[in-house]
């Protein structure tokens, strides 16, 4: 949830950034994203998957996956709308974000960050 509200066009490829961007135009035309505990819809297109997992290592993503949830307080299997990732993220401090995103290569890379969180979120 929070890498589709930040994400800002690039991707690991083709396929993922074309279906991510197709994921982003349907919640912004009032589409709703599951939240699972596993492989969602961005994950469907990524070359980093696997039958059980996700090359970038599970044990860091689901980390990643769970610690999104709990700062957020949301529980998998709910459907959020656009504006209430929005709104959940415009709760999220600087430090929760850390939590969450702290070891990512797209923000030591520079192409995610809190600031953008703060521009991306519902104040
Ligand atoms: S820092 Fe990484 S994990 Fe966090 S929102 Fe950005 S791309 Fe996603
Ligand atoms: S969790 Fe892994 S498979 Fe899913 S989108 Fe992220 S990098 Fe790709």
Request: glycine share 10%; charged share 30%; proline share 3%.
């Amino acid at each position: 949830m929070f890498c589709a509200t930040l994400f800002s066009g690039s991707g690991y490829d083709q396929a993922f950034t074309e279906n991510m961007a197709r994921t982003i135009e349907y919640m912004q035309k009032g589409g709703r994203f599951r939240l699972v505990d596993g492989h969602d819809d961005i994950c469907r297109c990524c070359p980093n998957r696997e039958p059980d997992g996700c090359s970038l290592g599970t044990e860091n993503v689901s980390g990643r996956d769970r610690a999104a949830l709990e700062v957020t307080g949301l529980a998998p299997g709910r459907d959020m709308s656009w504006a209430e990732l929005r709104e959940c993220l415009g709760r999220v401090s600087e430090a929760e974000f850390q939590r969450v995103c702290g070891d990512c290569r797209w923000q030591e890379t520079g192409l995610c960050s809190y600031a953008l969180l703060r521009e991306r979120a519902m104040p």
